[in-house]
């Protein structure tokens, strides 16, 4: 069986974090080798607390993580909550294995939980970041299109950004894919009603579990976008 290391917090809601990436990752096949940055006590309406793990119980748990077979063959990244954490598991990670980053600054039901410029050399190792519109302007720091936004990463070395669409407005949910040097790709879907918590984790970890497949990064965008769309939909 196929593994990733899923890399973020606990949600005691269980909407959110570690037990979403494990839910959608089930759907792939793919075996999760948790990694935890914090222990959140969340309900769907509010962030009560967070317990962040150590610097140090972070790397020892990617460590050991590392170690279990099969070897985990992609990472995905949700909340960190420090820059210490972010650098621990910088060094941790193998230099060659393919990260998606969702960059989680706060949580859906409103708790801050990164400042922006905390991820360190993160945003430039991940093969996609995957900010939903609000984290596209906070950590890009400035203001106008999604394009240049995402130009403006782009251009301090981040390599791919997969820009969601969930949080805009319209008929049609639509996410667009920026590459240095390559043209824009948009994955666009109709709007579903309602919404549910986790859309960012279960996406970000989708897509990771695709790139073990050998898919190419649009492809392994749009499959993880229709992963999460049937998701939505039961």
Same mark, same amino acid.
């Given at each position: 069986m196929t593994a990733i290391l899923a890399i973020g917090g606990t949600d005691s809601s269980g909407g959110a974090g570690l037990t979403r990436d494990t839910a959608m990752a089930a759907e792939f096949g793919v075996t999760v080798r948790p990694v935890v940055t914090a222990v959140t006590v969340q309900t769907d309406a509010a962030v009560l607390a967070i317990h962040p793990s150590t610097p140090q119980a972070v790397a020892?748990?990617?460590?050991?993580?590392?170690? $279990?077979?099969? $070897?985990?063959?992609?990472?995905?990244?949700?909340?960190?909550?420090?820059?210490?954490?972010?650098? $621990?598991?910088? $060094?941790?990670?193998?230099?060659?294995?393919?990260?998606?980053?969702?960059?989680?600054?706060?949580?859906?039901?409103?708790?801050?939980?990164?400042?922006?410029?905390?991820?360190?050399a993160l945003l430039q190792r991940a093969a996609l970041v995957t900010p939903n519109l609000a984290e596209l302007e906070v950590l890009s720091g400035s203001t106008g299109s999604i394009e240049a936004q995402s130009a403006h990463l782009l251009a301090q070395g981040v390599r791919a950004v997969l820009v969601k669409g969930g949080h805009g407005t319209g008929a049609e949910s639509i996410d667009v894919l920026f590459t240095a040097g390559g043209a824009a790709t948009s994955f666009a879907a109709a709007r579903l009603p309602g919404s549910k918590r986790g859309t960012g984790c279960s996406l970000a970890t989708a897509i990771a579990c695709c790139l073990t497949r050998g898919e190419t990064l649009p492809e392994a965008c749009r499959l993880g976008k229709a992963a999460v769309r049937r998701w939505l939909g039961r």
């Open positions: 020892d748990q990617a460590q050991a993580a590392l170690a $279990a077979l099969p $070897a985990p063959a992609a990472a995905k990244i949700g909340m960190l909550g420090s820059a210490a954490a972010a650098s $621990a598991v910088d $060094a941790a990670l193998p230099r060659e294995m393919p990260i998606v980053l969702d960059p989680v600054l706060k949580a859906s039901s409103g708790g801050r939980l990164m400042a922006a410029d905390g991820f360190g």
